[in-house]
T-cell receptor, first 112, second 111 residues
Framework: DSGVTQTPKHLITATGQRVTLRCSPR?????VYWYQQSLDQGLQFLIQYYNGEERAKGNILERFSAQQFPDLHSELNLSSLELGDSALYFC???????????FGPGTRLTVL | LAKTTQPISMDSYEGQEVNITCSHNNIATNDYITWYQQFPSQGPRFIIQGYKTKVTNEVASLFIPADRKSSTLSLPRVSLSDTAVYYCLVGGRHNTDKLIFGTGTRLQVFP
């Protein structure tokens, strides 16, 4: 158990819909990262937050947005969903710097 | 941005030493090299991190030559449970803009 929790574990929705994925980092970790992993693909970095502020952006679509709240949990919002958005979405957290990222169990999103 | 290249797959047998190499020709001065292990449908798990020369922990060793254009993850005496995908990650400890996962190497360990 990495200490990072993600909800829901599974999510099935239809094209055009909007969903919200939630992540709670390890206790004390200020950084939260979001990744997308499509079937049999590598990990694509989406975005990072540090103590409530956006720190870095990767290949995140404009239809996607995220935020980190004062209690440090984070949410990833995916809108106007397309079939190609079906993937595993991982959240990770870390303490100072990027020394070691602890990954959550992921949310499997299926868009029908 | 430092792009990484790894072999797509490797096979080994239980008890053997496995070496997985990652190429990162454009590594920046402040970039570190980190390796993660991922089992199917699970989040990646940190294995080891280094900057130069050699780093060893209880599960693996990481060898980085002087030019730092490549790195080698060494797994001593692998077991069936080491069957997983291994990712090489290059990035600065304080600069997430250069956070790049490699393509991953799928290691299959046979009995």
């Amino acid at each position: 158990d990495s200490g990072v929790t993600q909800t829901p574990k599974h999510l099935i929705t239809a094209t055009g819909q909007r969903v919200t994925l939630r992540c709670s980092p390890r206790s004390g970790d200020l950084s939260v990262y979001w990744y997308q992993q499509s079937l049999d693909q590598g990990l694509q970095f989406l975005i990072q937050y540090y103590n409530g502020e956006e720190r870095a952006k990767g290949n995140i679509l404009e239809r996607f947005s995220a935020q980190q709240f004062p209690d440090l949990h984070s949410e990833l919002n995916l809108s106007s969903l397309e079939l190609g958005d079906s993937a595993l979405y991982f959240c990770a957290s870390s303490g100072q710097g990027n020394n070691e990222q602890f990954f959550g169990p992921g949310t499997r999103l299926t868009v029908l | 941005l430092a792009k990484t290249t790894q072999p797509i797959s490797m096979d080994s047998y239980e008890g053997q030493e496995v070496n997985i190499t990652c190429s990162h020709n454009n590594i920046a001065t402040n970039d570190y090299i980190t390796w993660y292990q991922q089992f199917p449908s699970q989040g990646p798990r940190f294995i080891i991190q280094g900057y130069k020369t050699k780093v060893t922990n209880e599960v693996a060793s990481l060898f980085i030559p002087a030019d730092r254009k490549s790195s080698t993850l060494s797994l001593p005496r692998v077991s069936l449970s080491d069957t997983a995908v291994y990712y090489c990650l290059v990035g600065g400890r304080h600069n997430t803009d250069k956070l790049i996962f490699g393509t991953g190497t799928r290691l299959q360990v046979f009995p």
